[in-house]
């Protein structure tokens, strides 16, 4: 007992306090790249006993994202501290040129940044975003990007924003990193777009529309509706005026499964995925015909036909990319034995490979009132 | 023998310390004197005047004899010396002295001083027997046996104190309660060599197992349902004259958070506020020390929807967290000791005084955060819940280092407090029986005594955790049969 109180007193300094009010907390951060050099722009949330608590918007420029760090603890009375950083914003140049690796692997080493920290690319830069005044209801700009990539997720058109799982699809060889493309409107970030990467390098983005096949192909959906607008001819049975050329059809409570199967690997990999879609009709742009079990297959098969051609110019437009978020490589490297996949063997085949897309859809109900 | 001396009166007297109230009524009878001496404040004068005085006057043969046979007293006794006499007539009785015998004669027509029956006052119920425990043995002994009605019910008379001895009576059922724990209870009394015991909690610490620690190692009730319901489940429970407490043992930790009405109240409803009452009391611990971690350390762990909260109500305070914590912590303690102390009615006043005054007027002037308010009072209702009032206090001062250990390594500092709590009770022992039964060592059927409650037909073993001798309540398969009235 003795010894354990001066144990107690002893140690008692080893521990350094970090005081709630005391920090200058950030809440989000954006990196950019100015010549050879990181400008960083942390957003600073100081509190204010007149409940109106300040967010405010520091900046420095140094060769280290940690340099940047130090430069901006000389701008603040207060202790800056990292361990509430929800969102971090890599300019657009920055992640296209030099690749967002290193910066991110600092933060990932850094144990109060948690795994769960979101990341995104901003457009034109990621002060721009940082600095906007426009954040709705909530109090700094931080809270805003994370509530709004965070509901993006929830809803289910945007797949992944999370460090852990950008450093995870980095790491793995034969798929690659996607993150949330944030961008200004009217003074206002909003998401737009995602980002598609390969290696930790920016090379494009697809509309949210596109990510939902992204979505269904890499994993599965649960959730949210999705607009498809199919040919005239492919159901024209159903249709009772005849005015447009093209039909509209939004599907909601859309659930999906996924397999993807690699069927033969010589002379290039062809894969065959098969989707499974259950959807609920929640709304078309024209009048149409009682839909009962005898006809339902007609729109069925026209969103088949629709959804198969999507996905198509999808895989076209990502192979050209050169980036696979979807993850064939991984598939590939689990199907063949004794393979050691590189990243460089897999781009190249990745170029030649064949997928083959089979849709099945299937219109559970066609609204919820019958 | 002592009569031949001195005036035996004047003897009595003596031993009696010349006490003022010490009357001596001498009366002539029959040719023979007849000395009558008592305390005149400890005896029923009705009894003394109808029962003796005239009793004796219309005696034919005024002899001792005689008295001690025809008397229509209760209890009599013949004394052979004063000083037995003079230690009957400090309880009460009157002493009868015949001239001419060698004897004198004792009759009890003792009055006792005690308050009426009266509803429990620190162990409060809603639902059950409110019914409580008062300061006199034999009352206290009288509701016992018309709760047991067992035939094997004991209780074994013993005396404990030197100059003012008291009367202690250890009940136990003697088919149910272990043959080892009456031993070492009745052995820890005998070996008490003490002046004087004020209390049965006075008497709870001097046969503790560990007398540096701040659990209580023996649960004290004024619940005469309770104290039955301990019997009939194998405990010993210790009576002390002059105390409305009964001490029960041995007792374990969970005992102290488990109350009667847990029994009485059916058991998916004692479940939860079961439940609720040990979340109360763990966060009564717990709160404010991780409060004090949390901010003085870890604010990365605070959800982003209360950070603001939390530190727009910090800014304000001058104090480092732990100050903040300890200084409304030791408001709150001020508070109640302060109500405990005043009379009811004034304690009213305190209550708002401190409840709203104080704690409004706290946070105006930036002492401290409302978040933290909020949380001390929490912590200070928590504490409440606990049925036992020992443990109840035990808890309000256990979460004192605990701040303080948060204050020096946060959440580490948390857990080393726990870790060192757990280490110390299960080194406990209440009556050489381990105080953290039946969690260490594991007994799974006791858990639904000490933890959970389950539907009465589960109860058909007695706890292991009270060895009791005859561990068989009743037949399970008995109790599993469907009794319908159509049968």
Redesign the interface.
């Given at each position: 007992m003795k010894w354990l109180i001066v144990c107690m007193l002893l140690l008692s300094g080893c521990v350094q306090p970090r005081i709630l009010e005391r920090q200058g907390i950030i809440t989000a951060v954006g990196f950019d790249k100015k010549g050879k050099l990181y400008e960083g722009a942390s957003v600073m949330l100081s509190f204010q006993t007149t409940r109106s608590s300040l967010s405010e918007v520091i900046e420095a420029t140094n060769k280290t994202s940690k340099g940047v760090r130090q430069d901006l603890e000389a701008q603040t009375s207060h202790d800056l501290g990292s361990g509430q950083i929800r969102v971090i914003v890599y300019g657009k140049e920055l992640a296209e040129k030099d690749g967002i690796f290193t910066l991110t692997d600092t933060l990932q080493r850094d144990a109060n940044i948690g795994a769960l920290v979101y990341l995104a690319v901003g457009e034109p830069n990621a002060k721009e975003i940082v600095k906007s005044k426009k954040h709705e209801d909530t109090r700094d700009i931080g809270t805003y990007l994370y509530r709004l990539i965070e509901k993006n997720l929830r809803t289910e058109s945007l797949l992944a924003a999370t460090l852990h799982e950008f450093i995870h699809c980095y790491y793995d060889v034969g798929k690659d990193p996607i993150l949330p493309y944030l961008s200004v409107r009217n003074d206002k970030p909003i998401v737009e777009k995602m980002a598609l990467f390969r290696g930790d390098k920016f090379v494009g983005t697809v509309r949210l529309d596109e990510s939902f096949y992204i979505k269904i192909l890499a994993s599965q959906y649960k959730s949210g509706l999705k607009n498809i607008t199919v040919s005239r001819d492919d159901v024209a049975p159903l249709l009772i005026n005849k005015k447009t050329k093209k039909v509209n059809i939004v599907i909601n409570e859309i659930k999906t499964k996924r397999k993807i199967k690699l069927i033969s690997q010589e002379p290039v990999p062809h894969f065959r995925v098969t989707v499974k879609l259950q959807a609920e009709i929640l709304e078309m742009s024209e009048k149409m015909k009682p839909i009962m079990v005898t006809n339902v297959h007609i729109l069925e098969r026209a969103i088949e036909k629709q959804m198969k051609k999507e996905i198509e110019q999808l895989l076209n437009k990502l192979k050209a990319y050169k980036t696979d978020p979807i993850g064939f490589g991984q598939m590939y490297d689990h199907s063949v034995r004794a393979l050691q996949l590189t990243d460089k063997q897999w781009y190249k085949l990745y170029d030649n490979a064949k997928i083959d897309v089979d849709m099945q859809v299937s219109i559970l109900r066609t609204g919820t009132i019958d | 023998m002592w009569f031949s001396k001195k005036n035996r009166v004047d003897e009595v007297a003596e031993q009696l310390a010349h006490s003022p109230d010490l009357m001596c009524r001498r009366i002539q009878c029959k040719g023979k004197t007849v000395d009558i001496l008592f305390l005149r404040n400890l005896i029923n004068h009705d009894q003394l005047q109808q029962n003796v005085l005239a009793f004796i006057h219309d005696q034919e043969d005024v002899s001792l004899k005689q008295l001690a046979r025809c008397l229509p007293i209760g209890a009599v006794h013949v004394c052979e010396t004063e000083k037995e006499m003079a230690s009957y007539i400090r309880d009460g009785w009157a002493c009868i002295y015949i001239e001419g015998e060698t004897h004198g004669l004792a009759v009890n027509i003792a009055e006792k001083v005690e308050r009426s029956l009266e509803k429990a006052e620190t162990e409060s119920l809603v639902l059950g027997p409110k019914m409580s425990f008062t300061e006199s043995i034999d009352t206290n002994i009288h509701i016992l046996r018309q709760n047991v009605t067992d035939t094997k019910l004991v209780t074994e008379k013993m005396t404990i104190g030197m100059r003012n001895p008291l009367e202690v009576r250890v009940v136990y059922i003697e088919d149910i309660a272990d043959e080892e724990n009456i031993q070492t209870v009745k052995q820890r009394l005998s070996e008490l060599h003490i002046d004087e015991v004020t209390d049965s909690s006075v008497l709870a610490q001097l046969l503790e197992d560990h007398a540096y620690t701040i659990f209580p190692q023996y649960l004290l009730t004024e619940l005469p349902d309770r104290l039955a319901y301990s019997l009939m489940k194998g405990r010993i429970g210790i009576f002390v004259d002059r105390s409305p407490t009964v001490i029960i043992c041995p007792t374990t930790f969970f005992s102290f958070f488990e109350s009667t009405e847990d029994i009485y109240l059916r058991w998916t409803m004692s479940i939860v506020l079961r439940a609720i009452r040990m979340f109360g009391i763990f966060s009564s611990i717990f709160l404010s020390p991780l409060y004090v971690a949390?901010?003085?350390?870890?604010?990365?762990v605070?959800p982003?929807a209360l950070?603001?909260t939390?530190?727009?109500s910090?800014?304000?305070?001058p104090f480092?967290?732990v100050i903040e914590a300890l200084l409304l912590e030791f408001m709150i303690e001020l508070l109640r000791e302060a109500g405990a102390r005043l009379p009811t009615k004034v304690g009213q006043t305190m209550s708002i005084v401190g409840g709203i005054v104080l704690g409004q007027a706290a946070v105006d002037a930036?002492f401290t955060s409302n978040v933290l308010i909020i949380i001390v009072a929490l912590s200070a209702l928590g504490s409440f819940t606990a049925p036992s009032y020992e443990m109840g206090a035990t808890i309000r001062i256990l979460r004192f280092p605990i701040i303080l250990l948060a204050a020096?390594?946060?959440l580490?500092g948390i857990l080393i407090g726990v870790s060192m709590l757990l280490i110390h009770l299960l080194k406990l022992t209440s009556l050489g029986r381990p105080y953290l039964s039946p969690v260490y060592p594991f007994r799974f059927a006791d858990m639904k005594y000490a933890l959970i409650r389950l539907p009465q037909k589960f109860y058909s073993e007695r706890p292991k955790t009270n060895r009791p001798q005859n561990a068989r309540r009743f037949s399970w398969r008995e109790a599993m049969k469907r009794k319908d009235l159509d049968e």
């Open positions: - | 949390v901010i003085t350390y870890h604010y990365e605070i982003s950070l603001l939390i530190g727009e910090r800014s304000r305070v480092p967290p930036g020096l390594w946060g580490v």
